[in-house]
């Protein structure tokens, strides 16, 4: 899947092993041990970047390396707050916001703006990587690298219809050697609660439900040993009406031990609400990390309004 633009075709392993020549006639196979080989395919993957997003692009699946630095705040509250200061203080009470600052407050790439902003302006520099180089230089070199490529990538979904489609719907051979995965999804109110609404086991739980189940089993059953999920709503609702207790039910099993969840920020905390949501302290079976979320919604003329997700909601 990793590797190659489209196609969810990949090599038959089994045959690939038993066909593959040794090549030792070979500097790099003849005289280099495996230790030493192994450093240089780490540094392949280095250079080619250890995160790399899987997106689709023009209805093709491909990569582009992720830019994201762990920990680094969202530039773009800062901005929209002074933009939004801006149009109180003038007259006319327009929102001015620029092409550039437009383009980033839309962004469909989450906290990862910056990585489609990179992707757009240099949509070459995702075939500048080592990753096909490697594998496709023979059959000994394509199972050596293959084991060391996707032990050492984070894969990084910014939706979920590629999730869904990669790793549920169109799993490849190379799907169980998968070993880090990141998750920065914002999805409809309903696609978070699917599988709470509709909870018979006839039923379709929906594709955030089987995108978790797909998750656990890969811990389970292979190597996937570190997951962070980072959520968001995708429509104008306020983060506090998701029952998160609800969302996160869809999380079971192992999956949970090596998960990460990364949730916005709780503005409005009442009495009522209480059961549905994490507090601080609690106890829960995968790390809990709260994020701010951005303060303004896209509108459907286009312009963002400010999201004014601290108001209480009505006392019930
Ligand atoms: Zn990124």
């Excluded at 962004?107 to 096909?132: A, I, K, V």
């Excluded at 996707?150 to 910014?158: E, G």
């Excluded at 709470?196 to 189940?213: D, I, K, V």
């Excluded at 949970?256 to 601080?280: G, I, K, M, N």
Aim: glycine share 4%; hydrophobic share 40%; proline share 7%.
């Amino acid at each position: 899947m990793m590797p190659s633009s489209s196609s969810s075709m990949s090599p038959d392993r089994p045959v690939l092993q038993a066909t593959a020549s040794l090549q030792l006639t070979s500097a790099f196979f003849g005289n280099l041990p495996l230790e030493v080989r192994e450093m240089i395919y780490s540094e392949f993957w280095v250079v080619s970047g250890l995160n790399q997003h899987v997106f689709s692009h023009d209805g093709l699946l491909t990569h582009c390396p992720c830019l994201l630095v762990p920990g680094q705040e969202d530039e773009r509250n800062d901005e929209f707050e002074e933009v939004w200061q801006n149009r109180r203080r003038s007259r006319t009470g327009s929102l001015v916001v620029d092409d550039k600052w437009s383009a980033r407050f839309s962004s469909t790439w989450n906290d990862h703006w910056r990585c489609e902003e990179e992707m757009l302006s240099d949509p070459t520099r995702r075939r500048g990587t080592l990753f096909l180089p490697a594998l496709l230089t023979c059959k000994r070199m394509y199972l050596e690298a293959l084991q060391s490529l996707y032990a050492s990538v984070t894969l990084v979904f910014i939706d979920l219809a590629t999730a869904h489609h990669s790793l549920v719907a169109s799993p490849t051979s190379t799907t169980p050697l998968l070993h880090s995965l990141q998750f920065s999804l914002a999805m409809p109110y309903d696609v978070l609660h699917q599988h709470r609404y509709y909870p018979t086991p006839a039923q379709n739980p929906g594709p955030w439900a089987e995108l978790c189940t797909t998750l656990s089993n890969l811990v389970r059953f292979d190597s996937l040993r570190r997951v962070t999920l980072r959520l968001d709503l995708a429509d104008d609702r306020n983060w506090w009406e998701v029952r998160e207790r609800w969302a996160l039910s869809a999380v079971r099993g192992m999956l949970a031990r090596c998960l990460t969840v990364q949730l916005p920020e709780v503005t409005v905390s009442l009495e009522w609400l209480r059961p549905y949501q994490y507090a601080d302290g609690d106890k829960t079976p995968f790390k809990l990390e709260r994020y701010p979320r951005l303060q303004w919604v896209g509108t459907d003329e286009g312009p963002a309004a400010c999201r004014l997700e601290f108001l209480r909601p009505v006392e019930r």
